[in-house]
């Protein structure tokens, strides 16, 4: 619409008429004349106006979304932050726990035979150094290790040291088939000499071909000059199978490791070899077997008339009756834990008596 002066009047006019409606609204109340237009107006455009809402309000909805959106973000970044390091300090627990376990066991191993020794941790297994089972080690010649010194942990006899860096060495484990050590055995002091065979037991060579083997025998190293490779009384392992002689110089046994080659972590550099043979002393002790329960026993003694009495007074039998039945004639070898055969040779004891 242009600017002329018919469309100010028009313009000043239309305020006019609704200052004049707005204050006939306001002086009428609830009484207002307008109101009925009012409700016809609510009734025609209130669809209208919950349409628009319904379709803006999503727009809001994501602009406030997009507003509160980096807070939220940071909030879970936090939470998942605390998670993961919870889920890290628990697994490290328990990792640290097998640890701690394992440490002490090799050092009680190690005072038992007194050796001395320099701890390390496995950081490496595999064929990379060119041999079948093999681990590496995080000490080296920076920590006094040498080629050819035994290692050890809790359980017994991990290998020997086959090469050694500035901070590193390689062992070569005790079940690789290029793996010899002599043995002996607890008690009986065969010698042999044991050989890996891998994921399977050791083979060991006796040689004497007649010597007294049994499944359950334990076998601890014999020891080398000065100490290398290997030092005396480690434990190596139980016998699980004895192959028959026959008449052959030596005698083949085959012995599970004590070690587990599967799961090492933590093990001990026999750094300084004991001054005395420890023997048998590093192998832990057997258990006892279970003492066999005694098997209970009766009494009975023979009446007159031949009824055979227990020691509580109650009549289990009779001698002339057929076995396997009791006074009251009901089948029952003998009643409250009473024996055919201490019943039978009780009557017949008191038979002869009386004759």
Do not use: C
């Amino acid at each position: 619409m242009r600017d002329t002066r018919e469309s100010r009047l028009l313009l000043v006019l239309l305020i006019a008429i609704a200052f004049a409606l707005i204050t006939v609204d306001i002086r009428g109340g609830e009484e207002s004349p307008v109101d009925g237009a009012r409700q016809a107006a609510a009734t025609v455009l209130g669809p209208v106006e919950n349409g628009v809402a319904a379709a803006v309000d999503p727009v809001g909805n994501a602009i406030g979304a997009v507003r509160d959106s980096g807070d939220r973000h940071d909030r879970i970044a936090a939470l998942e932050h605390e998670n993961a390091a919870l889920k890290t300090r628990l697994g490290s627990d328990d990792r640290n726990s097998s640890k701690v376990r394992q440490l002490d066991s090799m050092l009680k191993t190690a005072g038992a035979g007194q050796y001395g020794i320099k701890g390390a941790q496995v950081i490496a297994i595999g064929a990379a150094q060119g041999f079948s089972w093999t681990i590496t080690i995080d000490a080296g010649a920076n920590d006094g290790l040498k080629r050819d010194m035994t290692v050890l942990n809790g359980k017994g006899l991990v290998g020997r040291v086959t090469t050694v860096g500035p901070n590193t060495a390689t062992v070569l484990l005790a079940n690789d088939p290029d793996f010899t050590v002599g043995t002996r055995m607890e008690k009986t002091d065969e010698l042999g000499f044991a050989t890996g065979q891998g994921s399977r037991p050791l083979s060991v060579q006796f040689l004497n071909g007649k010597a007294e083997v049994k499944k359950g025998d334990r076998l601890v190293t014999f020891g080398s000059s000065k100490d290398k490779p290997f030092v005396p009384g480690v434990p190596v392992g139980e016998v699980v199978r004895v192959d028959p002689s026959g008449g052959d110089l030596t005698r083949t046994v085959y012995v599970r490791p004590f070690v587990g080659f599967t799961k090492l972590d933590i093990v001990g550099v026999v750094v300084q070899a004991p001054r005395d043979d420890p023997r048998d002393a590093v192998l832990p002790e057997q258990a006892k077997p279970a003492k066999p329960k005694p098997t209970p026993t009766v009494t009975v003694t023979v009446q007159p008339n031949g009824d055979l009495v227990d020691g509580s007074g109650k009549v289990v039998g009779n001698v002339n009756e057929k076995p396997g039945t009791d006074a009251s004639g009901d089948t029952d070898a003998v009643a409250d834990g009473a024996e055919d055969g201490d019943a039978d040779t009780a009557a017949g004891d008191a038979a002869n008596e009386q004759e």
